[in-house]
């Protein structure tokens, strides 16, 4: 397994617990990209205790959040003299602060960046210079760094790790309890139909002997299957190595196999049974393979 995968493998398989002497902390951790979550920042354990001062001073001043990392609000901070209203954060406890929001919506980005990147942000007055000739400086904290334990995933379907490449272990979790298409509820065998894409003309399906004259029917290949999941009814599992799994699959444009190209367009795939057509196209579900130097 190559040294970014290895990385948040470690990542999520570590524990975390809230230390209350912290500046900044996020909760619930772990953290989930698409789903509220609470940055608190507590003031009387910064290391700049200036805003803290600020404040025993002027207790009527309301706290803004400023934040760059993963990146800026996607809707503003604001300038530093006059923060955005919608930065003003919650007076949960004496010099204890919050701010809810769901990262991938709040910050504008996809999941592997918030989880990557933490959140970089600091604390301050609605007038960031307020102040500042009567206690020497700027009305702010330091600059917090937030680390971010990511949520494993409770979806229908997933994938796990969430970054990886064509050389690494790959495995799905299917939970046919949250399928929402009612002909493939209650499933005792489940397959998946998976489609390796060197770029967006040249398609590998796995056990497919492209001859379009005979419909495909991924429910009828044995190493398409996925395996019970021991102790979790309706749960189904399937781990593969991309690059390996498809070697001697054939094209769909001259049927010459595949020979371990990068897969720049990723694998296509989706869930089914034997037997099984669609009524119309078959869900378009891409997992994106990474393609490193």
């Known amino acids: 397994m190559n040294r970014i995968s290895q990385g948040l493998a470690i990542l999520l398989a570590c524990t975390t617990t ?165 002909d493939l509820e209650d499933l005792d065998e489940v397959y998946l139909h998976l489609t390796a894409r060197t770029d967006a003309f040249t398609l590998y399906t796995y056990g497919d002997d492209g001859v379009a004259s005979t419909p495909f029917d991924a429910g009828t290949v044995p190493e398409l299957k996925m395996e019970p999941v021991e102790g979790k009814p309706g749960f189904f599992s399937f781990t593969f190595v991309p690059e390996d799994f498809f070697l001697g699959t054939l094209s769909n444009i001259d049927q010459s196999p595949y020979t371990g190209e990068p897969l720049e367009n990723g694998v296509r795939w989706y869930i089914t049974k034997p037997g099984y057509t669609f009524t119309g196209p078959p869900p378009a579900n891409s997992l994106g393979i990474l393609i490193c130097d």
């Open 18 to 182: 809230v230390a209350w002497g912290q500046a900044a902390y996020v909760l619930p951790s772990p953290t989930a990209a698409d789903a509220e979550c609470t940055l608190y920042i507590d003031l009387s354990q910064c290391q700049d205790q200036r805003l803290s001062d600020m404040l025993d001073a002027y207790p009527d001043e309301a706290v803004y959040l400023w934040a760059w990392n993963p990146s800026a609000p996607a809707a503003g901070n604001g300038d530093w003299g006059d923060s955005d209203d919608h930065q003003v954060m919650t007076k949960v406890a004496e010099k204890l602060y919050s701010f809810s929001f769901i990262p991938t919506e709040y910050f504008g980005v996809d999941g592997p960046t918030f989880f990557t990147r933490g959140i970089s942000c600091l604390a301050k007055f609605d007038n960031g210079y307020a102040y500042e000739e009567e206690f020497g400086g700027e009305a702010k904290t330091e600059d917090l760094s937030v680390g971010i334990v990511p949520q494993l995933c409770n979806g229908r379907m997933c994938v796990f790790p969430e970054f990886r490449e064509g050389d690494d272990f790959v495995t799905f979790t299917y939970d046919n309890n949250q399928e929402t298409n009612p």
